[in-house]
C-alpha cells in the first residue's frame, strides 16, 4: 500500500513540475508574440505613444541614412 502511494506522489510531483515548467515558459514568451509591426507612418504619427514602449518597425532603410 505504501509503494502505490510512493508512486503517486511521484507522479503527482512531475505533473506538477511540468506544469510549473510550461507556465514558466508560456509567460516569459508570449508577452513578445503580441507585438506586431508598425509602419514607420503609423510610428511618426503617435510619437508620444511609443515613447518608453519597445516596437517593431516595418519599412526599408535609405542607404546612408544610419550611422
Do not use: C, W
Not at 506586431?36 to 519597445?54: C, F, I, M, N, P
Amino acid at each position: 500500500m505504501k509503494i502505490a502511494n510512493l508512486k503517486q506522489t511521484k507522479y503527482v510531483f512531475f505533473i506538477g513540475f511540468a506544469l510549473l515548467g510550461l507556465i514558466i515558459l508560456l509567460t516569459s514568451t508570449l508577452p513578445n508574440s503580441f507585438q506586431y509591426y508598425l509602419t514607420v507612418s503609423e510610428y511618426t504619427q503617435d510619437l508620444e505613444r511609443y515613447k518608453d514602449a519597445e516596437v517593431k518597425l516595418a519599412g526599408h532603410v535609405v542607404p546612408g541614412t544610419i550611422e
